[in-house]
């Protein structure tokens, strides 16, 4: 085995790199940047044979990848927060015309207020946009589900382009271990680039995203569904393929020490290894919590989900988006939904948002609320559960109460 | 598990040190390390941290340390800048201080009163050895002898991160401060 030291920004290169893309379309955000300036390094030391397109926006960005990977070969670009905001139109365009880019998204807060730090307002904000989206845990995750979302991506029964989506510094900027692969194992594993629906070829011409009226817009939404639907499976072989291939598990959701549990968890991101860790901690004093872990949130798993807590009395789901007017925060509401008629008691939490570490104290307050919860002990929990008591305080403008 | 913060100033490869760290404890000696680093406005001068946290099994937390078991201070006067590097010290708690002036180090020895101090001049060591102040490579040197890694790992990583020239002499640097550091 041949283990680097990398940060996020870095194994996302790494993928991109061993993925072969033929174009790279970005423009530098932070906590993004490196991915687009190593990315422009590797181009301009002739590492990476690729045609590097310099844009002046993310709109460009993934106009400029969009447009390249339907010449048929894979693009490459990345962004976060506002990058992501700007980009919006084009990540729409990019699904509904059925191109499987493979996108690493660096987490970080949607403004205002102005925030360069992690939270998931970015990636949620395009949750509906008809990409796949993976949520990564450590950054072993992030070179491992970027090489899977390609795959997966570029599978005939899907052609949706993926999201990967990384913590802002917590993961783009830590440096771990991680276990890189030999180039042609994942030539083997992922294959040439092979455009399968949509392509622009001057040969034989072709109209893509064309003005589509109301008698067939309603089939081609409608098979974007289909192809949604057809990415579980798909993930699930491809996960077990990687398997036999790298030796490395993965799955759509991970239940950890959640079969006996009182109180389960649910999390995404970097922040799900700090809940996997409080776990074992709790554990080792006789209480008895465990962890949800998403990997796959578009498709939402609410199969798995249901599968694995049906029997469970309290859950507590971890938003580290705000989910503003809605009754609570997007992961929350969908897990909801995955166990509507079931007898359980489900409490959202909103925490970590706009950089606010997730440590382990406020994990461990989670789970005695919901073990509390699940004693009877405790009616009412802590909703937003990092916020500062004087929250109605800080830059005050108008007094509110 | 060993929780570790590193203090110190923009300019001076706060980051970089931490990185080389985890570089020489996860490639080296078989164990496995991740960087937390905060970063803020950098800008030269400015108080920068970063946290390390390593362990024999893979590791799970991701964030901050809070309780740190080993407090590595680049820039002695960062205790002036509205930083403190006591913050959630326990009696097991170990300094490595980049100072060898005793009016610091007895300002810090009031600070770390119950704890083990490891202290060196590495600034002066990197002045003497690389012929500037920059003093990641022999901070390292200096953490090298609290035991918690080995110098030989620590020039590894410092060779392998900053290439063949400058890595000669920041691994020289590290050993110089290795062999010279003192305890409180």
């Not at chain 1, 693009?75 to 905001?85: I, Q």
């Not at chain 1, 509401?333 to 382990?360: N, S």
């Not at chain 2, 598990?1 to 001076?12: A, D, R, S, V, Y």
Request: charged letters at 25%.
């Amino acid at each position: 085995m041949t283990y680097k030291m990398l940060d996020g920004n870095g194994a996302a290169v790494e993928a991109m790199k061993l993925a072969r893309v033929k174009v790279v379309s970005a423009y530098p955000i932070t906590p993004q940047s490196s991915i687009a300036e190593k990315l422009s390094e590797l181009v301009a030391k002739g590492e990476l044979d690729a045609e590097y397109i310099r844009v002046e926006s993310e709109h460009t960005a993934m106009s400029a990848a969009a447009a390249a990977q339907l010449t048929g070969v894979r693009a490459a670009t990345a962004t976060s927060s506002v990058g992501l905001a700007l980009m919006s139109e084009v990540v729409g365009l990019a699904a509904g015309c059925r191109v499987p880019i493979v996108m690493p998204v660096v987490n970080r807060a949607l403004v205002a207020p102005w925030s360069l730090w992690c939270d998931h307002s970015d990636a949620m904000s395009v949750r509906d946009s008809g990409w796949l989206q993976f949520y990564c845990q450590n950054v072993q995750d992030v070179l491992d589900l970027m090489i899977m979302a390609y795959k997966i991506a570029e599978h005939e029964k899907v052609l949706l382009p993926a999201m990967v989506c990384l913590d802002g510094f917590f993961l783009s900027h830590s440096m771990q271990k991680v276990e890189v692969y030999d180039q042609k194992l994942v030539d083997q594993f992922i294959g040439e680039y092979i455009p399968k629906n949509t392509y622009l070829n001057t040969e034989d011409p072709m109209f893509i995203c064309d003005l589509t009226p109301p008698e067939d817009f309603t089939e081609l939404k409608y098979q974007q569904k289909v192809a949604m639907d057809n990415a579980v499976d798909v993930i699930a072989e491809v996960q077990d393929e990687f398997y036999r291939i790298f030796g490395r598990k993965s799955s759509i959701i991970e239940e950890y020490m959640t079969e006996d549990a009182d109180a389960v968890l649910v999390a995404l991101g970097s922040m799900s290894g700090t809940a996997k860790h409080v776990a074992n901690e709790m554990r080792k004093r006789g209480l008895r919590v465990g962890v949800l872990k998403i990997v796959v949130y578009r498709p939402f798993p609410f199969k798995q989900i249901r599968e694995a807590l049906k029997a469970k009395k309290v859950v507590g789901v971890f938003d580290r988006s705000a989910g503003l007017g809605a009754q609570g925060g997007p992961v929350w509401t969908e897990v909801c939904a995955a166990l509507r008629g079931l007898d359980i008691d489900i409490r959202g939490y909103v925490g970590g948002l706009g950089g606010r570490d997730v440590p382990e104290t406020t994990i461990e307050k989670i789970f005695n609320e919901l073990l509390d919860i699940y004693k009877g002990k405790r009616i009412l929990h802590t909703n937003w559960i990092d916020v500062k008591d004087n929250a109605m305080e800080i830059r005050e403008v108008l007094k509110v109460v | 598990m060993k929780k570790l913060k590193f203090f110190g100033t923009g300019g001076q490869g706060v980051v970089t040190a931490a990185k080389i760290f985890s570089t020489a404890v996860s490639l080296y000696e078989d164990m496995h390390a991740i960087t937390v680093p905060a970063y803020g406005h950098e800008r030269r001068g400015a108080p920068v941290i970063t946290d390390v946290v390593m362990d024999s099994e893979p590791i799970l937390m991701n964030s901050f340390v809070y309780v740190p078991d080993i407090v590595v201070v680049m820039d002695e006067t960062i205790i002036d800048k509205h930083v403190d590097v006591s913050a959630g010290k326990h009696d097991g708690t170990v300094l490595v201080l980049n100072s060898e002036e005793p009016f610091m180090l007895e300002r810090y020895k009031k600070i770390f009163n119950a704890n083990e101090i490891f202290y060196v001049d590495a600034t002066h060591i990197a002045l003497e050895v690389i012929g500037k102040g920059i003093p990641n490579g022999s901070m390292l040197g200096a953490l090298a002898a609290t035991g918690v890694v080995e110098i030989d790992s620590i020039e590894k990583a410092i060779r392998e991160s900053f290439g063949e020239k400058a890595g000669d002499m920041n691994a020289a640097a590290a050993r110089k401060a290795y062999e010279n550091v003192k305890k409180l």
